[in-house]
């Protein structure tokens, strides 16, 4: 069987979300980091994986897949056993809702709020940052009354919002009027198979 492979980039909120998920599910795969600063995602062959000229891609044998909420769909259904993404329409929707929220509050807040101070990127930080606490006010109140987002276990709902939410300290932004906030991020990595950004 073809294993699977992952195109990745080692500070990358996104792939890191793929990278995780493929570990808490207990699948091997290879990895082939792509070098965003030597302009490695802008060569003609990468673009045949991913016209977006985007980290991270999934190929799983002649199957490919871009886009991290894509790639996280794709292997809880895949792989996931029902457990990662529930096939009721109404659970499925609420996980979607959080994914909706990474893709939005969390990416142009807190993680655009990193790349500014880490990454030298051009944003607004005060912006971001301003974007980072709207996101972490509705994590806030979500949390305050459950230990998971969208169920009551670990969906990829959670798995797509930690990763900028962990790495919150790096846009300056402090968690410390979210209680509930870093109890969740204890519990994502107390989950069998947790591994770090850095792995």
Same mark, same amino acid.
């Given at each position: 069987?073809?294993?699977?492979?992952?195109?990745?980039?080692?500070?990358?909120?996104?792939?890191?979300?793929?990278?995780?998920?493929?570990? #808490?599910? %207990? =699948?091997?795969? @290879?990895?082939?980091?792509?070098? /965003? !600063?030597?302009?490695? *995602? +802008?060569?003609?062959?990468?673009?045949?994986?991913?016209?977006?000229?985007?980290?991270?891609?999934?190929?799983?044998?002649?199957?490919?897949?871009?886009?991290?909420?894509?790639?996280?769909?794709?292997?809880?259904?895949?792989?996931?056993?029902?457990?990662?993404?529930?096939?009721?329409?109404?659970?499925?929707?609420?996980?979607?809702?959080?994914?909706?929220?990474?893709?939005?509050?969390? #990416?142009? %807040? =807190?993680?655009? @709020?990193?790349?500014?101070?880490? /990454? !030298?990127?051009?944003? *607004? +930080?005060?912006?971001?940052?301003?974007?980072?606490?709207?996101?972490?006010?509705?994590?806030?109140?979500?949390?305050?009354?459950?230990?998971?987002?969208?169920?009551?276990?670990?969906?990829?709902?959670?798995?797509?919002?930690?990763?900028?939410?962990?790495?919150?300290?790096?846009?300056?932004?402090?968690?410390?009027?979210?209680?509930?906030?870093?109890?969740?991020?204890?519990?994502?990595?107390?989950?069998?198979?947790?591994?770090?950004?850095?792995?």
């Amino acid at each position: 069987m073809t294993p699977l492979k992952l195109y990745s980039y080692p500070v990358s909120g996104n792939a890191y979300k793929v990278r995780l998920l493929l570990a #808490l599910l %207990g =699948l091997d795969y @290879a990895l082939v980091n792509i070098d /965003l !600063k030597a302009g490695e *995602n +802008l060569t003609p062959e990468f673009k045949q994986l991913n016209p977006r000229a985007q980290i991270p891609v999934l190929a799983d044998g002649d199957t490919v897949i871009w886009d991290s909420m894509a790639i996280l769909v794709y292997l809880a259904r895949r792989y996931g056993n029902g457990e990662w993404l529930p096939t009721d329409a109404v659970a499925e929707a609420q996980v979607m809702q959080w994914l909706a929220l990474s893709e939005n509050e969390l #990416l142009y %807040g =807190l993680a655009r @709020a990193r790349a500014v101070l880490v /990454l !030298k990127r051009p944003f *607004n +930080l005060e912006q971001c940052q301003a974007e980072s606490k709207a996101g972490l006010a509705v994590l806030e109140q979500q949390l305050a009354g459950s230990d998971w987002l969208a169920s009551d276990r670990p969906t990829i709902a959670d798995i797509a919002c930690y990763p900028y939410v962990m790495l919150a300290p790096a846009g300056e932004i402090s968690l410390e009027d979210y209680p509930h906030v870093p109890q969740w991020l204890a519990r994502v990595e107390a989950l069998p198979g947790w591994v770090p950004m850095t792995a």
